[in-house]
């Protein structure tokens, strides 16, 4: 049934249901470009850094090549009529941004910091192990309706996850945020992320059993609809808990997204506007609630709206200020339109984090407008995917987990990308693929494997008719 | 379903819009903004990546360039005689920024300025590594080192010296001083250095570039500005003219009495005279007379009151622009308000050596390119005239019988002509404070050619205050940095 199959002068005679084509040649020559343009870009820091080739290329190049090789083969025979763009744009970022880790680890500025480690072989690492997960996903995970049976596992398991972080000499405090655990000789987790996709899975798997209580049998109020308290009630309790706990480990762009996500989930499922107005309200109040009481939250906010003055507090050793958001500003200005050139920038300057929570700032100097653009653009692509799957996809469970989970992705991209454009106030979160930090690529694996898996389902032809009864008598499947 | 899916997708495209708006709004339309930035550290690693060009009096460079080990700096900044030359050169440190000639010019002097582009791209296609431009001074060395040992053997003070006919500045000194080599990298070292030269830390100021950042009161040296105004209005037409001075006088509109120091031969004297020896009384009158405005116009012809730009800029020297008449008398004997820098009176007395004519000042004679190309070439340029070459004779010959036979007798030069005045100025709450001693001159040589004029002044030396005279302190550097300069052009 692969479309290899179906020659052009074939195909206007053919049967609707198996003309659709499974695109996954147009998946293998995107991957082609996925691979070879991330190789250019570290041939290009080597050359500018050291003047030679680097000599890790093979190694490099074959390991992202086998990355997307598997990914590709797998997707080819376990989810044939997956979108053809989310794998390669994923491999991509991901490559580029292993590239530019690498160009920061060459710099001389950050490895006399003393948290300096070798960030590029184990960003390859997490990537494989991320493609593992996004080829488990595929391979056990035969359709996502499965997922709709852990809706309530979920919710605990992302409750667990998020609690985790604040277990004494578990939880480990980085640089003011608990959001990381210790695995000993495993190095640290961000069990966020993780839970981002455990409370997609819980949220859509909630709202579409309760999606028509909570739309119909609502009192009006005020010209809102204001669902039944039991309804509605659990629902905000996951929301209460999943915020304080946020609060408490002082993570609040993750906050942010969760909320983002929740309402965004529950707008699809009632398709009642009045949730936005009353999100929009609740987020209003919780922010102005928490920044009254959170000096950590009300300094991030004078931060941003004067970040010389930060800068200046921070050179003058005023404790608890940072000159990153500055520096990171100067980083993108100093690129201007075309960038430095990849390796010849100063971004490095930033300092802790360059590689993770500010890897954009690097773009921005080295690849300068052109660049960042680009990858913003790559970035709107991927949603744009994940919004199309959403609307391909044929249930209510599937559309739900896919507008959730690539709403929390682009939700995740504006939150770190304004974050460190100085467009919102900074909260310490990682562009997806691009950044060091294994959760985050690992976990990001796993969402891009979940879309394939529901836009497979979508996309998937119903099945021909069976030309021989015999043989379809084995295929029998009961729901 | 599918409604509230489309409204999601059309808001997802909206963060992404503005975040491509905000990327514009700090990469292309703020971009030279926070590219420039004076906090933006890769201003100075930028300024630091290659070997910097050089400044370059009489020929030779008073500045270099050593490899750095620090990790953002490739290049750090030497300078050769770092004291005497730090009021020409300013500092270009690692850690603390640059001044004067070495952040004017600091597109030239690292490679940047927009003149070069061609050439760095030529250099980057044939991979030749960027190279800096030089500043070529107009000033004089065996002048410059005359000025500054000068004021080292007597304390506190500056000199300015002028090539009249040019307005090219010869010498530009100021003691105390400072090695700008001490602080030129970005080490502990480097900023502890720093901090023992700031005022707060060292009453002596020496960061004080005193020949253009600091005005004093110009005491008796002002007069030549007076006479120049009663000249130029016409109130005497000649030196040796009888003035209208009594004596004792009384200032108008006043019970007090201006006082003249000793007892001197001052009534109705002709302006030669009361110029030789300082007639308080005789210039006071002058300027009540004429009144303040046209006392504010001269001076302002010869520069007072603006910023001089050489292209380093000066402070603004002041003749007060609002006051009665006892004040205008007193102004005009450089007392009450006015002050000066040591450059302004440079140029007064310049403007007088050049019949009238003063010359821009300036400093930087021309850029250079790494290849010795010339970039810009500066051009002598009148700025005004402040009083007729006949009037300059007439003000010329009063001010040779100052050093002729007058208070500025230690600035005779044998074989030289040379006009002068002196000046003690009082300072301080009442006085209290020690005078500073002032001496302005240029020298005349037998073709009629004026090369140079100086303006001395020296702050409270050690000695005792009746000993403090512009003729006795100052005077001998004027006369030292006026044989250096006429020395090397034979």
Same mark, same amino acid.
């Given at each position: 049934m692969s479309s290899t199959t179906n020659s052009p002068t074939h195909h206007t005679s053919t049967i609707g249901a198996i003309g659709t084509p499974s695109r996954r040649n147009t998946e293998l020559a995107l991957l082609v470009f996925a691979v070879v343009i991330p190789v250019f870009a570290y041939v290009n820091v080597g050359l500018a850094i050291?003047?030679?080739?680097?000599?890790?290329?093979? !190694?490099? #190049?074959?390991?992202?090549?086998? +990355?997307?090789?598997? #990914?590709?083969?797998?997707?080819?025979? &376990?989810?044939?009529?997956?979108?053809?763009?989310?794998?390669?744009? !994923?491999?991509?970022?991901?490559?580029? /941004?292993?590239?530019?880790?690498?160009?920061?680890? $060459?710099?001389?500025?950050?490895?006399?910091? @003393?948290?300096?480690?070798?960030?590029?072989?184990?960003?390859?690492?997490?990537?494989?192990? /991320?493609?593992?997960?996004?080829?488990?996903?595929?391979?056990?995970?035969?359709?996502?309706?499965?997922?709709?049976?852990?809706?309530?596992?979920?919710?605990?398991?992302?409750?667990?996850?998020?609690?985790?972080?604040?277990?004494?000499?578990?939880?480990?405090?980085? &640089? /003011?945020?608990?959001?990381?655990?210790?695995?000993? =000789?495993? #190095?640290?987790?961000?069990?966020?992320?993780?839970?981002?996709?455990?409370?997609?899975?819980?949220?859509?798997?909630?709202?579409?059993?309760?999606?028509?209580?909570?739309?119909?049998?609502?009192?009006?109020?005020?010209?809102?609809?204001?669902?039944? =308290?039991?309804?509605?009630?659990? +629902?905000?309790?996951?929301?209460?808990? @999943?915020?304080?706990?946020?609060?408490?480990?002082?993570?609040?762009?993750?906050?942010?997204?969760?909320?983002?996500?929740?309402?965004?989930?529950?707008?699809?499922?009632?398709?009642?506007?009045?949730? +936005?107005? &009353?999100?929009?309200?609740? @987020?209003?109040?919780?922010?102005?609630?928490?920044?009254?009481?959170?000096?950590?939250?009300?300094?991030?906010?004078?931060?941003?709206?004067?970040?010389?003055?930060?800068?200046?507090?921070?050179?003058?050793?005023?404790?608890?200020?940072?000159? $990153?958001?500055?520096q990171a500003l100067w980083a993108f200005g100093s690129g201007g339109t075309l960038g430095t050139g990849l390796g010849q920038g100063n971004s490095d300057l930033i300092g802790f984090a360059a590689n993770s929570d500010f890897i954009l700032a690097t773009f921005g100097e080295e690849l300068g407008l052109a660049g960042v653009m680009a990858i913003l653009l790559i970035y709107g692509l991927v949603v744009e995917r994940g919004v199309r799957t959403a609307l391909a996809a044929r249930d209510p469970f599937g559309k739900l987990l896919a507008i959730g989970l690539s709403g929390a992705f682009a939700l995740q991209v504006f939150v770190v990308a304004g974050g460190v454009m100085g467009l919102i106030p900074l909260t310490g979160m990682t562009m997806p693929f691009l950044a060091y930090g294994g959760s985050s690529v690992i976990a990001n694996w796993a969402l891009i494997g979940i879309l394939l898996r529901i836009s497979d389902t979508a996309r998937r032809p119903a099945p021909a008719p069976a030309p021989s009864p015999d043989a379809e008598m084995t295929q029998v499947v009961r729901p | 379903m599918n409604k509230p899916l489309r409204r999601i997708a059309l808001f997802c495209g909206l963060l992404v819009l503005a975040l491509l708006v905000r990327d514009n709004w700090l990469q292309y339309v703020r !971009?030279?903004?926070?590219?420039?930035?004076?906090?933006?550290?890769?201003?100075?690693?930028?300024?630091?990546?290659?070997?910097? #060009?050089?400044?370059?009096?009489?020929?030779?460079?008073?500045?270099?360039?050593?490899?750095?080990?620090?990790?953002?700096?490739?290049?750090?900044?030497?300078y050769k005689d770092g004291p005497m030359w730090a009021p020409v050169t300013g500092y270009a440190s690692q850690a603390f920024g640059a001044t004067q000639l070495e952040s004017i010019d600091d597109g030239i002097l690292t490679g940047n300025d927009d003149r070069l582009f061609f050439r760095n791209t030529l250099d980057m296609i044939t991979g030749k590594k960027k190279q800096g431009g030089n500043v070529v001074t107009t000033l004089n060395a065996a002048a410059q080192k005359a000025a500054y040992d000068g004021l080292k053997d007597r304390g506190k003070g500056a000199v300015a010296a002028i090539d009249p006919s040019t307005g090219a500045i010869l010498a530009l000194a100021s003691f105390p001083s400072y090695d700008p080599s001490v602080f030129a990298g970005n080490s502990d070292k480097d900023s502890e250095a720093w901090q023992k030269l700031q005022k707060a830390k060292n009453p002596n100021d020496p960061m004080l570039n005193r020949a253009l950042r600091d005005i004093y009161p110009p005491g008796s040296t002002y007069k030549v500005v007076t006479a120049a105004a009663a000249l130029e209005n016409g109130l005497y037409t000649d030196a040796d003219e009888k003035t209208d001075s009594p004596l004792p006088y009384t200032l108008p509109d006043t019970t007090t009495e201006l006082k003249n120091e000793g007892n001197i031969p001052c009534e109705n004297a002709t302006m030669r005279v009361a110029l030789q020896y300082s007639c308080n009384t005789v210039f006071g009158k002058i300027g009540a007379d004429l009144g303040k405005d046209k006392m504010l116009a001269e001076a302002k012809k010869f520069g007072f009151n603006s910023e001089q730009f050489i292209p380093v800029r000066s402070a603004a020297s002041n003749f007060p622009e609002d006051m009665d008449k006892p004040q205008t008398a007193l102004s005009s004997i450089g007392q009450f308000e006015t002050a000066t820098t040591p450059l302004q009176m440079a140029m007064v007395a310049s403007a007088i050596a050049n019949d009238g004519k003063l010359m821009k000042p300036y400093m930087v004679d021309k850029l250079q390119a790494p290849n010795l190309d010339v970039l810009e070439q500066t051009e002598p340029e009148e700025m005004s005239q402040p009083l007729s070459s006949k009037n300059a004779q007439i003000l010329q010959s009063m001010m040779e019988t100052v050093v002729k036979d007058g208070t500025g007798k230690n600035a005779q030069i044998s074989g030289v002509t040379v006009g002068g005045k002196t000046g003690t100025a009082q300072h301080g709450v009442d006085n209290s404070e020690k005078p500073y001693a002032w001496f302005i001159s240029y020298a005349q040589l037998a073709d009629g050619s004026s090369p140079v004029a100086v303006a001395v002044v020296v702050e409270d030396e050690g000695a005792v205050r009746d000993n403090i005279s512009g003729g006795g302190l100052a005077a001998p550097i004027a006369k030292s940095v006026m044989e250096a300069v006429i020395a090397s052009k034979q």
């Amino acid at each position: 049934m692969s479309s290899t199959t179906n020659s052009p002068t074939h195909h206007t005679s053919t049967i609707g249901a198996i003309g659709t084509p499974s695109r996954r040649n147009t998946e293998l020559a995107l991957l082609v470009f996925a691979v070879v343009i991330p190789v250019f870009a570290y041939v290009n820091v080597g050359l500018a850094i050291n003047d030679k080739v680097p000599a890790g290329l093979l !190694a490099y #190049g074959l390991g992202l090549g086998l +990355i997307a090789g598997v #990914g590709h083969l797998v997707v080819r025979k &376990f989810a044939p009529y997956a979108d053809p763009l989310l794998l390669p744009l !994923a491999t991509l970022l991901n490559g580029i /941004g292993l590239v530019v880790i690498w160009r920061l680890d $060459q710099s001389k500025r950050l490895q006399r910091l @003393s948290i300096y480690v070798e960030a590029a072989p184990r960003q390859l690492l997490y990537s494989a192990l /991320g493609v593992a997960l996004f080829v488990a996903v595929l391979v056990f995970l035969k359709d996502h309706r499965i997922l709709q049976r852990y809706t309530y596992i979920s919710m605990a398991g992302a409750l667990v996850l998020l609690v985790l972080p604040l277990v004494p000499g578990l939880g480990v405090n980085i &640089f /003011g945020a608990r959001i990381w655990i210790k695995i000993p =000789g495993l #190095g640290t987790v961000q069990p966020g992320e993780f839970a981002k996709i455990a409370l997609a899975i819980f949220f859509a798997g909630y709202l579409m059993v309760k999606r028509d209580a909570l739309a119909l049998a609502s009192r009006r109020f005020l010209g809102l609809y204001l669902p039944r =308290g039991r309804d509605l009630g659990p +629902i905000i309790v996951v929301w209460i808990i @999943s915020i304080l706990i946020l609060v408490f480990e002082t993570d609040l762009g993750t906050s942010l997204l969760f909320f983002g996500m929740f309402i965004i989930m529950l707008y699809v499922a009632t398709e009642r506007t009045s949730w +936005i107005v &009353f999100g929009l309200l609740m @987020s209003a109040a919780g922010a102005v609630g928490v920044a009254g009481f959170e000096s950590h939250v009300q300094q991030r906010v004078e931060a941003w709206l004067d970040p010389m003055n930060e800068y200046l507090l921070s050179q003058k050793g005023v404790a608890g200020h940072t000159e $990153q958001s500055m520096q990171a500003l100067w980083a993108f200005g100093s690129g201007g339109t075309l960038g430095t050139g990849l390796g010849q920038g100063n971004s490095d300057l930033i300092g802790f984090a360059a590689n993770s929570d500010f890897i954009l700032a690097t773009f921005g100097e080295e690849l300068g407008l052109a660049g960042v653009m680009a990858i913003l653009l790559i970035y709107g692509l991927v949603v744009e995917r994940g919004v199309r799957t959403a609307l391909a996809a044929r249930d209510p469970f599937g559309k739900l987990l896919a507008i959730g989970l690539s709403g929390a992705f682009a939700l995740q991209v504006f939150v770190v990308a304004g974050g460190v454009m100085g467009l919102i106030p900074l909260t310490g979160m990682t562009m997806p693929f691009l950044a060091y930090g294994g959760s985050s690529v690992i976990a990001n694996w796993a969402l891009i494997g979940i879309l394939l898996r529901i836009s497979d389902t979508a996309r998937r032809p119903a099945p021909a008719p069976a030309p021989s009864p015999d043989a379809e008598m084995t295929q029998v499947v009961r729901p | 379903m599918n409604k509230p899916l489309r409204r999601i997708a059309l808001f997802c495209g909206l963060l992404v819009l503005a975040l491509l708006v905000r990327d514009n709004w700090l990469q292309y339309v703020r !971009a030279d903004e926070l590219k420039d930035d004076k906090y933006n550290r890769r201003v100075a690693i930028e300024r630091y990546a290659t070997p910097r #060009g050089d400044i370059i009096v009489d020929g030779k460079s008073i500045t270099g360039s050593t490899t750095s080990d620090s990790t953002d700096f490739e290049y750090k900044r030497t300078y050769k005689d770092g004291p005497m030359w730090a009021p020409v050169t300013g500092y270009a440190s690692q850690a603390f920024g640059a001044t004067q000639l070495e952040s004017i010019d600091d597109g030239i002097l690292t490679g940047n300025d927009d003149r070069l582009f061609f050439r760095n791209t030529l250099d980057m296609i044939t991979g030749k590594k960027k190279q800096g431009g030089n500043v070529v001074t107009t000033l004089n060395a065996a002048a410059q080192k005359a000025a500054y040992d000068g004021l080292k053997d007597r304390g506190k003070g500056a000199v300015a010296a002028i090539d009249p006919s040019t307005g090219a500045i010869l010498a530009l000194a100021s003691f105390p001083s400072y090695d700008p080599s001490v602080f030129a990298g970005n080490s502990d070292k480097d900023s502890e250095a720093w901090q023992k030269l700031q005022k707060a830390k060292n009453p002596n100021d020496p960061m004080l570039n005193r020949a253009l950042r600091d005005i004093y009161p110009p005491g008796s040296t002002y007069k030549v500005v007076t006479a120049a105004a009663a000249l130029e209005n016409g109130l005497y037409t000649d030196a040796d003219e009888k003035t209208d001075s009594p004596l004792p006088y009384t200032l108008p509109d006043t019970t007090t009495e201006l006082k003249n120091e000793g007892n001197i031969p001052c009534e109705n004297a002709t302006m030669r005279v009361a110029l030789q020896y300082s007639c308080n009384t005789v210039f006071g009158k002058i300027g009540a007379d004429l009144g303040k405005d046209k006392m504010l116009a001269e001076a302002k012809k010869f520069g007072f009151n603006s910023e001089q730009f050489i292209p380093v800029r000066s402070a603004a020297s002041n003749f007060p622009e609002d006051m009665d008449k006892p004040q205008t008398a007193l102004s005009s004997i450089g007392q009450f308000e006015t002050a000066t820098t040591p450059l302004q009176m440079a140029m007064v007395a310049s403007a007088i050596a050049n019949d009238g004519k003063l010359m821009k000042p300036y400093m930087v004679d021309k850029l250079q390119a790494p290849n010795l190309d010339v970039l810009e070439q500066t051009e002598p340029e009148e700025m005004s005239q402040p009083l007729s070459s006949k009037n300059a004779q007439i003000l010329q010959s009063m001010m040779e019988t100052v050093v002729k036979d007058g208070t500025g007798k230690n600035a005779q030069i044998s074989g030289v002509t040379v006009g002068g005045k002196t000046g003690t100025a009082q300072h301080g709450v009442d006085n209290s404070e020690k005078p500073y001693a002032w001496f302005i001159s240029y020298a005349q040589l037998a073709d009629g050619s004026s090369p140079v004029a100086v303006a001395v002044v020296v702050e409270d030396e050690g000695a005792v205050r009746d000993n403090i005279s512009g003729g006795g302190l100052a005077a001998p550097i004027a006369k030292s940095v006026m044989e250096a300069v006429i020395a090397s052009k034979q």
